[in-house]
């Protein structure tokens, strides 16, 4: 149940960012996005082991520290360079004249965004929620380095049910263990994997 409540606001929140990132990056380009755009991506590559003693005190002076919500704070802001850089790709193919002539007939920031792109996002949006729920949900690292007793996300309460001492070892339990702390990705997998192919290549090829 942890790993639930820290999932689903995580990938919603991560997504929403990446989402507006990336309209604002590739069509509403302004002085110094290339170099916002190139510092964000540098993100995607970093070990998250850098991140590790920063985060811990930012998370100290914030007051989440091995909270529910702490873990969602860092697997939001680990999730945005990715995520950005999903949206900004498939948004670049996007015609530039649906924004101009949105904007000729009055149209905003917003109302572009809300009524244009986002409806034409559905492929990529699709792609980066079952990346985003996959890496979240099986990451083990920041999971057993920020949560505390009663914030332990799937992944850390599997490997400390492996690693108990007991005289015989139950690989019975284990396993039934490791299923169902996979079943979840799993099942996204198999209702939506078709749709997570189609969204890898939609825009890879203009015109």
Same mark, same amino acid.
């Given at each position: 149940?942890?790993? +639930?409540?820290? +999932?689903? !606001? ?10 507006l990132n990336?309209? %604002?990056?590739?069509?509403?380009? /302004?002085?110094?996005? #290339?170099?916002? /755009?190139? &510092? &964000?991506?540098?993100?995607? =590559?970093?070990?998250?082991? %850098? ?6 005190? *930012?998370?100290? $002076? ?6 529910? $919500? ?6 939001? *802001? ?8 999903? /949206? ?5 193919? &996007? !015609?530039? #004249? ?14 572009? =965004? ?11 949006? +699709?792609?980066?929620?079952? $990346? ?21 996300? *799937? ?14 070892? #139950? ?11 996979? &079943? !979840?990705?799993?099942? %996204? ?13 939609a825009g890879? +090829?203009?015109?």
């Amino acid at each position: 149940m942890n790993s +639930v409540l820290m +999932v689903l !606001p995580a990938v919603a929140v991560s997504t929403a960012i990446g989402a507006l990132n990336g309209y %604002v990056l590739s069509k509403w380009k /302004f002085r110094g996005s #290339e170099l916002m /755009f190139a &510092l &964000l991506l540098f993100g995607v =590559f970093m070990p998250m082991q %850098v991140v590790l003693l920063p985060m811990s005190q *930012v998370l100290g $002076w914030l007051g989440i520290a091995s909270s529910i $919500w702490g873990l969602i704070l860092v697997h939001v *802001v680990a999730g945005i360079p990715s995520t950005t850089l999903f /949206f900004r790709n498939y948004y670049v193919g &996007l !015609p530039d #004249e649906l924004i101009k002539a949105a904007m000729l007939d009055g149209a905003g920031f917003w109302q572009i =965004f809300r009524r244009i792109v986002l409806p034409l996002s559905t492929p990529i949006l +699709v792609v980066t929620l079952i $990346w985003q729920f996959t890496n979240i949900w099986n990451d083990f690292l920041y999971g057993v380095v920020f949560s505390g007793a009663d914030s332990k996300p *799937v992944t850390v309460g599997l490997n400390n049910l492996s690693n108990t001492s007991s005289s015989v070892k #139950e690989y019975n339990v284990d396993m039934a263990a490791a299923i169902i702390a996979a &079943l !979840p990705t799993l099942l %996204v997998y198999v209702l939506a994997g078709k749709y997570f192919v189609r969204g890898l290549t939609a825009g890879a +090829v203009k015109g």
